[in-house]
């Protein structure tokens, strides 16, 4: 049978699963301290529990940890690095600058937006990653420690699996997670309402949308979202909320030749 990741489980979850154990309330505290600040990548290393509840843990559970199959790296120091998640692979990109070290996480194996400019649209969806999916891109490079931000804007729309996005925020964000600050994290979109919605409304990261056109029918051209979501619709949906503390929406823009790039 396969074992339950802890990897990636709210304070909740772990409450619950204690509870279902039969395995001391204050437990879940004591995990999820091991997994999301000292990082550890084996039950037997959660020294502060018996032996009885760590054997107990181990007969059912595992961390859920999975190191990295290749990297890449480029003369500047970006480092790529490919995961395997079931059957299929997912990047992850390491951006080093002078004062900051930014990481690109995955949501989802594949895209279901194809969006014309996107490489990952044309490879197809094959589907949602996990929360210890998107954590476990952070949790497993050995720069974890030098990271200052964090955005998701990989492989996928964040918005299109929003349930396992927002519960990766809620551990990062949580005193009982890593306890990074919101403003560190910035989530992109294309525009898909339902999630933005959602995403606004239960996290206080900051946001992205993807652009690229302002003219409806040119950016139509290139992204499909825009027939079920029009720009328009996207931006009256954002001036619902409050950015005028330190929140933070900003919009992305990819320059094309003849396209989007002209005087008029």
């Not at 999916?133 to 497993?140: E, G, Y």
Request: overall charge negative; glycine content about 4%; aromatic content about 8%.
């Amino acid at each position: 049978m396969e074992k339950v990741k802890l990897l990636g489980m709210t304070l909740t979850e772990l409450k619950t699963l204690t509870k279902e154990m039969g395995l001391p309330s204050f437990t879940a505290k004591q995990m999820a301290d091991w997994l999301y600040k000292k990082r550890v990548t084996t039950i037997e290393d959660m020294t502060n529990l018996s032996m009885a509840n760590r054997s107990k843990l181990e007969s059912a559970c595992e961390v859920g940890i999975v190191s990295p199959e290749r990297v890449q790296e480029s003369e500047d120091g970006t480092k790529k690095y490919l995961f395997k998640t079931n059957d299929s692979y997912i990047e992850t990109v390491f951006i080093p600058e002078a004062d900051r070290a930014t990481l690109c996480v995955s949501t989802q194996i594949g895209c279901k937006m194809n969006c014309l400019f996107c490489m990952t649209g044309k490879q197809g969806f094959s589907g949602d990653l996990t929360a210890a999916d998107i954590l476990n891109q952070m949790q497993a490079i050995p720069e974890y420690d030098r990271l200052t931000n964090v955005v998701f804007m990989g492989m996928g729309e964040p918005m299109d699996n929003v349930d396992a996005v927002l519960k990766s925020l809620e551990i990062m964000t949580s005193d009982y997670g890593y306890a990074w600050s919101p403003k560190r994290v910035t989530v992109s979109t294309v525009g898909l309402i339902p999630g933005l919605r959602r995403f606004l409304a239960e996290s206080d990261c900051h946001l992205a949308v993807s652009l690229h056109n302002p003219i409806a029918e040119e950016r139509r051209s290139i992204m499909p979202v825009q027939k079920a979501y029009p720009i328009e619709s996207v931006l009256e949906e954002i001036k619902k909320y409050d950015f005028t503390h330190q929140r933070r929406v900003s919009f992305e823009y990819i320059m094309f030749k003849d396209l989007n790039d002209t005087d008029n």
